[in-house]
Every structure is written in structure tokens, then in C-alpha cells.
């Protein structure tokens, strides 16, 4: 039997926590298709970025480029 769709729950925004290795990744020939994928998906808002305080200092660390890559998102989706 299916559940009735006015019955089913809305599904909360899948939240991924991302590590430098996925930013980096925007520019790593063997990571780029799936690190832009994930970064894509957070711009249309599809799913949440979480990010930490030691993202942000390994960032500021790094080369400009690797900072470039994202750097709206930490703006816009950095829940703490």
C-alpha cells in the first residue's frame, strides 16, 4: 500500500560537512568532475555545506587559486 503523498514528511536538506581535500579537489584533474559536482549542487541549493573554523585557516594557507575556488560558498552556506 503507498503511503498518501499529503502524509509524507518534506526531506530536510541533505548537510555535507567538505574538508580541504574536496576544494582542492575543484582543481585536481582526478577530482574536478566530482568536486565541482558537490560545490554545483550547494550553489542551486539542493544541499547544505558545512564548514569549520579549521577549513577556513587551512584555506587562508593556501595557494590563491585553491581559495578562489569557493569562496562564496563559505559565505553563504557556513551554518556555524
Not at 57 to 64: N, V
Amino acid at each position: 500500500m503507498k503511503p498518501k503523498m499529503d502524509t509524507i514528511a518534506p526531506m530536510r536538506t541533505l548537510r555535507i560537512y567538505v574538508d580541504t581535500s574536496v576544494i582542492g579537489g575543484c582543481l585536481d584533474t582526478e577530482f574536478a568532475v566530482a568536486s565541482n559536482a558537490l560545490l554545483d549542487m550547494a550553489r542551486q541549493g539542493r544541499i547544505l555545506l558545512l564548514l569549520s573554523d579549521l577549513l577556513a585557516t587551512e584555506l587562508s594557507r593556501a595557494p590563491r587559486n585553491v581559495q578562489d575556488v569557493c569562496q562564496l560558498e563559505f559565505q553563504a552556506h557556513r551554518p556555524f
